[in-house]
C-alpha cells in the first residue's frame, strides 16, 4: 500500500518555475516507478513525465521535454517534478501516481494522489 501527497503547486507566471513534490508513505516506495499526470477543466487525464524505480530511466511527454524534469530521492521516499519556462497551456491539476511498471496510460498505476493546481498565467 502506497499512500501520495503532492504539494509544491500554485500561481506563476508564463515563464517562470514551479517544483512539485510527491511524498509517499508505505516501505515499498523505492519499487515502484511514479509518474506525473495533470488533468486540465473538461480535458481528460494526461501523462506528464514517469520514472522507473532506480531513476536512472525517464520519459517525458513531448511538449514538455527540456522544460520538465523528473526526479526521486528513494531515501525520502519523495518524487519530484521540476517545471521550468511554464506556459499557460500548462495549467492543470497535477497528479502524482505510483505503479509496477513504468507506462504513459492512466489506467496502468494503482495508486494517487490528491492532485496539486498549477495556474499559469499570460
Known amino acids: 500500500q502506497v499512500q501520495l501527497v503532492e504539494s509544491g503547486g500554485g500561481l506563476v507566471q508564463a515563464g517562470g518555475s514551479l517544483r512539485l513534490s510527491c511524498a509517499a508513505s508505505?516501505?515499498?516506495?523505492?519499487?515502484?516507478?511514479m509518474g506525473w499526470f495533470r488533468q486540465a477543466p473538461g480535458k481528460g487525464r494526461e501523462f506528464v513525465a514517469a520514472?522507473?524505480?532506480?531513476?536512472?530511466?525517464?520519459y517525458y511527454k513531448d511538449s514538455v521535454k527540456g522544460r520538465f524534469t523528473i526526479s526521486r530521492d528513494n531515501a525520502k521516499n519523495t518524487v519530484y517534478l521540476q517545471m521550468n519556462s511554464l506556459k499557460p497551456e500548462d495549467t492543470a491539476v497535477y497528479y502524482c501516481?505510483?505503479?509496477?511498471?513504468?507506462?504513459?496510460?492512466?489506467?496502468?498505476?494503482?495508486?494517487w494522489g490528491q492532485g496539486t493546481q498549477v495556474t499559469v498565467s499570460s
Open positions: 501516481a505510483a505503479g509496477t511498471v513504468l507506462h504513459v496510460t492512466p489506467y496502468e498505476y494503482n495508486y
Open positions: 508505505g516501505r515499498t516506495f523505492s519499487s515502484y516507478a
Open positions: 520514472t522507473v524505480w532506480t531513476g536512472e530511466s525517464t
